[in-house]
Structure formats: C-alpha cells, structure tokens
C-alpha cells in the first residue's frame, strides 16, 4: 500500500547514472531526472542534494508529508530511497575513506512539463477555458492541501516552474521539498528563513518572517494574473496606476479575443472578469484582507458558465453518486465521457486501483487513471476489461467495509455488468452491497472515484442514450437508474418525458405503501403519474418549491408480513433544501442514489400492487440556469426508530461548525450529546438524549476537522422496535470515529461536501433508554 523503495542501483540505471542527458530541471533541494520504472512508465527522479541541515528526520518528515498526499491536481509520489555508500575522495593527493549519503524521491511523470513553459499574453496561446481549466485545477490542489488533510500543508513556493501540466493540460502542484507542516491550532508562525522565491513571497514574510495558510493564496494571485495575462502580468499590475484600471484592461484584452471565437463571448467575460478580481484580492497586502482557498472555489464555482461546460452540456451525462468511503481524494475525468471503452482494475483484499479509457462525443480517445495505489508490496492483481463494439456497461455492483486505517470503509469489491456479460467480483466481497443498475437505452460512460492507497469511493457517469456502435443514438437528456426493491407487483412508468418535478405523494405505514407524482414536461404540460401501489397507510404530499429540485434518494428493501418478494420498506428524500422522511419503518438492504453537478431527480418508475415493491428514478443532466443551489442549514433523516421522545436543537442558535461528540454505547448506542459553535463563535451543548450506560467515547475535532460522513445501524433490542446500534463518523482528514455499538439490522450511510461544500453541524433525534434515532444538520457554504 505504500509507495516502492526503489534501489539507488536500479534508479542510477534507468537515469543513466544521473546523466545531464536525462535531467529534466533543478528545484530548490534537488536536480530532477527522467527514467522508467518496472513497469515500463516514465517517472520524475528526484535526486536531493547534498545539503547542510537536511538530516534524516528532515527527509522523514517530507516523505511522511508526500505520501499522504494523494489529489488529482497534485503530482504523486511513486517510490523513495534513501541509502548510504562508502567511497573513497581524493582530496590534495590524499585518498580519504568517506560517506555518500542519497536521498531521492520518485515520482509520475507530467508529459507537458513545467506551467511556466506555457504562460502566454491574452491575445494568443491557449483560450480561455483552457487557461480556467489550469486556475480552477490549481485551486482544486492548494484546497486540499490546506484543508483536505490531517495537518495542513503550506507550500510556501507556489510557482509556475512548481506547477506540472499533464498531456490534457491538467495542472499538478509539485515540488513540496521547502514546505512545513503546522500542527495542532498554530494558523501564523514567525520562522528564521527558508528557500523560496521572492517574486512569489507576500509582504509579511519579506518584512516579518511570518507564515501562515495566506501565504501560499499570495502566490497563487500572482499566478493567476499570469496566466491570464502573461508572465509579466503581475509587473503589469504593479506598474497600473489603480486595481480597477488593471481589471478593466484585462477585461478589455480577454474581450477582444473571445468576441471573435466564442459563442459564449457575454459569460466568459464575466468570467474574466471576476477571476482577475479574485487573483488581486489574493495579492492584498494585508493578509487578513486576502480569501481563504475554499473562499476562491466557492467564487470560481458560480462564474462557471455555459461555455465552461458545454462539452457536458452537448454529452448529456449524469454524474451520479459517489458510493464508498469518505477518506480519499478526488479523481476525475477531464474530458466529458461518451463511451466507456476499456478498464484496467488492480484487486486484491480490496480494490486497490482504478484505470479506464474511454471516448468523448467527438470520438476522440482519453485515458483517466490509474487512481489508488499498488497494494502491498504490489500483490494486487489487475485484470483488464475490453469491451466489444457493441458491448457497453449496464451496472456496477460491489461492497462497503473498513480496512486498514480507513474505518468509515473503501470499496472492497465491484461487478461490471454488460449488455453481454458480467465480470468479476473483483476484490474481496464483503461489507454493505450497494447496486447501480441503468436502464433503457443507458449505459455508464465513465467514472469518478476518491482514492489514496485504494478506492475509497466510486461514482458512475451515466450517458442517457448510449446504444451499440452500429445503431443511431438520439438526443434525450434523461437517464433511468434502477429499480431497486423486489420483482413482485406490476411494472409501472411514465408515457411522457419530464423535465421537472412538481410534487409527489407518499402512502406508508409500516412500509410504503404507495407513490404517486406530477411533473412538467419539455413543453411546460403537467402530467400525473400513479398512484402505484395501495391505499392503506397515511398520506404525505410534498410540493417542490420553484427553487427547489429532488437531488437524492434513500431507502431500504426487505420483507414483510407473507409477501414472497421484497418491497420497498422506507424512503427519504433529498432537495437542495431540505428532506423529506423516512417514510416507513425501514429494515433489509439499504439503497441510495445522489445526483451532482447539473441536473436533478426529475420522475420515477418501478413495481407495485399492494405495497411499492420496487422503485427507480429518472435524472436530467440539465438544471434550469434560475435554479440555484443555496448557502445555508438542511435537515435530514432521521434514521432510526420512532420510539422515545423527540430531541431537537430548533429553540437554540443556529449551529454553524461541530466542535464535540459524545457517546455512550455498550451492544447499541445509549446516548449522544455534542457542541457546536454559532456564527459569533459562541459555543453551545446539546443532550445527552438517552441513558448514560456503557463506555462514554468522546471526539474533539481539530480547528480545521470538520464531519463530513455518517454511517450506522439501526434494528431492534430488547423490547424496543428499532433503536441505533452503530455508529461511525468521518471527517475531511480522512479520519474514522468509531464504529460506537455493535451494530446489526439495517445499515444507513450519508456522505456531504464531496460536490458541493457542506458538512454536518449537528444533529437531531429520538431517544429515552437509548439513542432511538439520529438526524443531520447539514450547513452548506
């Protein structure tokens, strides 16, 4: 699972004993070469320099530092050494018995080299979407280096000549030899001196030595004006009489350009426009008055316009899940995906890596991966699946469980199932299941996964209309995922397209009962469709808001009473304000299904007589542009029972970050209580709900810590009906809490902030003798 030591012989042969032939560049502690692995790929050779000070701990700590590093927009290290010769020097004559120490580390190759190679005026060299691509990509590896991690990592010589570019232009921040990581709460240090460059240095450091995570934004300001206005950009704007004169300039230039090429000419100047803002705002010399990195994607994400994503937009692809764990970074596909042409996956007690090619709309070949690691000591097994011309990929299945340090769980094993065939499992099965069937003319065109040393999570890109090579394929921008439940009842589904849910009607008692719902179609007409299912149960009917759109669904299937097959035993759903649910008592096999990025939830299809045995859903890839996403609290669940009183935190402040957990737990869960801060960072405590018996477990979350995943049981004991037997917590440091209880009955799982920043705040309930359900507060930012 960890990164190859490679010998300091097999690395002198493949750089040719360090040759000036093979050097690719130098860095600030040492020269880089180019050479081949094992395994016939480029790599980049490191080769430290022999430097006063650079002890053995030093190079612990950087290596310690860059193996947990693992982002798309982050080069990755592949393999170290560190090894020692004995040699003799001739010095004045006199042959003298000395030792040679080398340190070196390895890692992938970036084919495009450095991004300073590539810096270019507005008026020619790469177009803008390109140049945005590159700023958002940066952006995208500072956040989490920042906050993606258990100790922040402060770059500190952030830099064009320290960006890599791969052959798709995607950047990668390299070069981490000068960076210091901070522990604990220490947000600003005063230090004696390092190497960095001074031209990317903010003022406080040049003046006071002071470091801080502003440091690193100082820098990327620089960068981003140079590249939207060329390496000299930044002495541009030093030699402008006022910032607004500058941004006017730029404006104007970008203007003339995409006037005469884009067709999306009005948004992409604002684009322009307020991404040069954002790089001045990064360069203030006042550190206070500079923006956080997860500020700048929060900005960078609304300017996204039509342009930015019309190769999606004219894919009409639905990005669906991610199902998993929440250690890992993220790993994306570049290129919207069309078909899905072959994959590569390395397995062994887990899956370990993931890698695919696959065509865009165009036709044109891209390659994505591999993502994840090697397994130990390269054990893992990689078997390759090459679909036919007329073979496409209907659903993927797999597993949930922990391995490893990654307790809130990684993707233990996966099928792939074709219009022809299936392969697999792959990896070792075990764990919670979960399911993603397409259906209709649908296949799933590519992927999307969080991975480290393994997957940790994988989501599905699902193109709607994707048919075998030889028929003709028709615009339809829906995608039908599902069902999932039992093979009882009768099948039932819409006669006309949607684009938009209005409303929907739920029927449930013990189960659910029945479904029923009205959307819009392309034209605007409102169609009923349902009920399916009986008429026992009580009835709740929800009415989406005009801004308001259905983007998940969750729920169980399992028996009940003499049904022979299984129905749909609970359902929750999910807007882009608020849940609705659980409808039903819960208990089987548990499901889910989100939607990201553009698109929502927009119909239903499935099985039913007397119950809702079975249920799928329609999704749309294209989001109406006046409905947006907003900033603030969502409830959801509860999961759970529905004994016990209710606990709530609605008469207290507003919950703005989660400080503290505690819980009892023996064989279930007795009690929870927790803190939280309110916006004026005063802080409050909540419970404990329930009974004080078991092991009291605690959990203080770090400064920069928050809770972004929930996973657990719930099912009967002793005379209550349902109660939580487990639960398990994870944050964005890749850490797990627990699991707390035994666990057994129906599992549940919610993971946030993977698409759209957010994390949960706090929680809400039902409890007495012990913890009966459990709900989130969820703040979105």
């Known amino acids: 699972m960890n990164p190859n030591d490679m010998p300091l012989s097999f690395l002198e042969y493949i750089t040719n004993h360090f ?14 070469y180019k050479g081949v692995d094992r395994n016939g790929k480029e790599i980049a050779v490191k080769k430290l320099y022999q430097m006063q000070g650079l002890g053995d701990q030093q190079f612990k700590n950087e290596f310690s530092n860059l193996r947990r590093v693992q982002h798309q927009n982050i080069v990755r290290l592949v393999g170290y050494c560190a090894e020692e010769r004995l040699r003799y020097e001739n010095i004045n004559g006199e042959y003298i018995y000395g030792k040679m120490i080398y340190r070196i580390l390895c890692f992938e190759y970036l084919q495009l080299g450095s991004l300073d190679k590539h810096l270019s005026e507005e008026s020619h060299g790469p177009d803008w979407l390109t140049r945005y691509k ?15 991690l258990e100790n922040p990592i402060f770059h500190l ?10 052959k798709n232009m995607v950047p990668k921040i390299s070069d ?26 903010p003022p406080e450091y040049i003046t006071m030595r002071l470091i801080s995570n502003k440091y690193d934004i100082f820098s990327l300001g620089i960068i981003i004006i140079q ?12 030699n402008t009489p006022s910032p607004l004169e500058f941004i006017k ?3 104007k230039n970008w203007m003339e350009r995409i006037k005469a090429t884009s067709k999306y000419a009005e948004q992409e100047c604002q684009q ?28 960078l994400r609304k300017t996204e316009t039509s342009r930015t994503k019309s190769s999606w937009v004219q894919a009409n692809v639905s990005k669906i899940g991610p199902w998993g764990g929440t250690g890992g970074g993220l790993f994306d596909v570049g290129v919207a995906p069309h078909r899905l042409e072959t994959l590569i996956i390395g397995s062994g007690e887990v899956i370990y890596s993931l890698k695919f090619l696959y065509s865009d709309y165009k036709g044109q070949q891209h390659s994505a991966g591999p993502w994840g690691g090697y397994g130990p000591r390269k054990a893992s097994y990689h078997d390759t699946i090459q679909l036919g011309l007329s073979e496409y990929v209907t659903e993927i299945s797999g597993t949930i469980g922990p391995f490893y340090l990654a307790n809130s769980g990684v993707i233990t094993s996966l099928t792939f199932i074709t219009n022809v065939g299936s392969y697999g499992p792959f990896g070792t099965v075990g764990g919670i299941s979960f399911q993603i069937p397409v259906q209709s003319h649908g296949g799933i065109a590519g992927l999307f996964a969080y991975a480290g040393w393994y997957i940790d999570a994988i989501g599905i890109y699902v193109n709607p209309v994707l048919k075998t090579v030889n028929e003709e394929e028709k615009e339809d921008p829906l995608a039908k995922i599902g069902p999932w439940g039992g093979n009882g009842g009768r099948p039932w589904d819409i006669n006309m397209v949607p684009s938009r849910l209005q409303s929907m009607t739920i029927r449930s008692s013990s189960v659910v009962n029945s479904l029923e719902f009205s959307y819009l179609d392309s034209d605007g007409q409102k169609h009923t469709a349902g009920p399916w299912g009986g008429p026992n149960g009580s009835a709740y009917t929800i009415h989406f808001g005009a801004s308001e759109f259905l983007t998940g669904v969750y729920g169980t299937a399992g028996r009940f009473t003499d049904v022979p097959e299984d129905v749909i035993t609970s359902l929750t759903l999910f807007s882009n304000t608020r849940s609705y649910g659980p409808f039903g008592h819960g208990g089987g096999t548990s499901f889910q299904m989100s939607k990201h990025s553009n698109g929502s939830i927009v119909g239903f299809f499935g099985r039913a007589e007397s119950y809702l045995d079975a249920i799928g859903i329609y999704t749309s890839s294209e989001l109406e542009a006046k409905i947006e996403r907003k900033a603030g609290l969502t409830k959801v669940g509860p999961w759970g029972g529905i004994g016990g009183m209710s606990h709530d935190i609605d008469n207290g402040p507003e919950p703005h970050r989660l400080e503290s957990i505690k819980i009892y737990c023996d064989a279930v869960v007795n009690s929870i209580g927790f803190s939280y801060t309110e916006y004026n960072q005063k802080e409050h405590s909540v419970g404990p709900w329930g009974a004080p018996g078991g092991k009291l477990n605690e959990i203080h979350l770090q400064p920069l810590e928050i809770l972004q995943g929930i996973s657990g049981t719930y099912g009967p004991f002793g005379t209550s009906r349902n109660v939580i037997t487990s639960l398990t917590f994870a944050t964005n440091h890749g850490r797990a809490y627990g699991p707390y209880g035994k666990g057994g009955g129906t599992a549940f799982n919610l993971l946030v902030g993977r698409e759209q920043p957010s994390c949960i705040v706090g929680f809400f309930g039902r409890a007495e003798s012990y913890l009966e359900s459990i709900g989130l507060y969820l703040h979105t930012y």
């Not at 590159?134 to 993606?148: Q, S």
């Not at 030899?177 to 031209?199: I, M």
């Not at 790089?279 to 206070?288: P, Q």
């Open 227 to 238: 590249i939207m206005t060329g390496p000299m950009g930044y002495l541009k704007y030093a």
């Open 249 to 251: 300039l730029v404006h």
């Open 19 to 32: 040759s000036d032939n093979q050097r690719l560049g130098s860095g600030g502690y040492g020269d880089v």
């Open 134 to 148: 590159i700023i958002k990509g940066i952006c995208e590896g500072l956040n989490f280096l920042h906050g993606g």
């Open 176 to 201: 981490f030899g000068l960076s210091r990581l901070f522990r604990g709460t220490c947000r600003t240090q005063a230090t004696e001196s390092f190497k960095g460059t001074e031209y990317y240095m």
């Open 272 to 299: 322009v426009k307020r991404c040069i803002e954002i790089a001045l705002n990064c360069v203030e010399a006042k550190k206070d008055k500079r923006p956080t990195i997860g500020d700048i994607i929060c900005e």
């Open 157 to 166: 010589d952030l830099k064009p000549a320290n960006i890599l570019l791969d």
